[in-house]
């Protein structure tokens, strides 16, 4: 596609809910991240996909939340048991390729996922 | 860890005038920096990709510059324009994925 889509735009769920959030990245690219953005935050990184290298879950906060990435394109972030302090905007961005070490080509992110936690 | 420090939080300035946008950051162990624009509401919009062997790169009315000896960043806006407002967020690549600041929020008075 041209960009990096998510979907849904908008979630609204009630606490204690599984949710599931989705992100196609640019066709082609090699390495996909998924990011929270807390009101009056920055951006917190939360897992990294390369290829078909185990991912980089450093950043998920909680066990709740877990992603995966099939056939190295598309990715579902999932958050179990929801909290009200998920309440975030969820972005996902692509990049081409990353090189050892976590180098990175420019980052495309898509347009984002707000969820709000009730 | 890597921190990322964005000065000011906020901006207001008139149409036109020149202005200067900072980052600084704790570890200079970094592989590249990024300059980000993010609307209301949208995602983020790359502006401009520094690598650590670069000093600087120039996209239209945009210069970023980068000294990693001293931690800084500068992202240079000139003739600001109201399609200019936006929140601008710089991002350093290191050992980790991207490290972001909290960003500076910009407003272009017409």
């Known amino acids: 596609g041209a960009g990096v889509s998510q979907s849904p735009s908008n979630k609204v769920t009630e606490k204690g809910k599984d949710v599931e959030l989705r992100c196609d990245p640019i066709?082609?690219?090699?390495?996909l991240y998924w990011y929270r953005q807390s009101l009056g935050q920055g951006l917190e990184f939360l897992i990294y996909?390369?290829?078909?290298?185990?991912?980089?879950k450093s950043g998920l906060p909680s066990d709740r939340f877990s992603a995966e990435r099939t056939g190295g394109s598309v990715s579902t972030l999932t958050i179990q048991r929801t909290q009200q302090e998920d309440s975030a905007v969820y972005l996902c961005?692509?990049?081409?390729?990353?090189?050892?070490?976590?180098?990175?080509?420019?980052?495309?992110f898509g347009p984002g996922t707000r969820l709000t936690v009730l | 860890k890597q921190e990322v420090t964005q000065i000011p939080a906020a901006l207001s300035v008139p149409e036109g005038e020149n202005l200067v946008l900072n980052c600084s950051f704790t570890?200079?162990?970094?592989?590249?920096l990024q300059w980000f624009r993010q609307d209301p509401g949208k995602g983020l919009t790359s502006l401009l990709l520094?690598?650590?062997?670069?000093r600087e790169q120039t996209s239209g009315r945009l210069n970023a510059s980068l000294d990693k000896s001293s931690g800084r960043s500068t992202l240079y806006i000139a003739a600001s324009q109201p399609g200019d407002s936006a929140t601008y967020l710089c991002?350093?690549?290191?050992?980790?994925?991207?490290?972001f600041g909290k960003g500076t929020r910009l407003s272009v008075i017409a």
């Open positions: 961005a692509s990049s081409q390729d990353v090189t050892s070490g976590g180098n990175t080509d420019t980052q495309y």
């Open positions: 066709s082609g690219h090699t390495a």
């Open positions: 996909f390369q290829g078909n290298s185990a991912p980089d």
């Open positions: 570890d200079s162990a970094i592989y590249n």
């Open positions: 520094i690598q650590s062997s670069q």
């Open positions: 991002a350093l690549s290191g050992n980790t994925p991207l490290v």
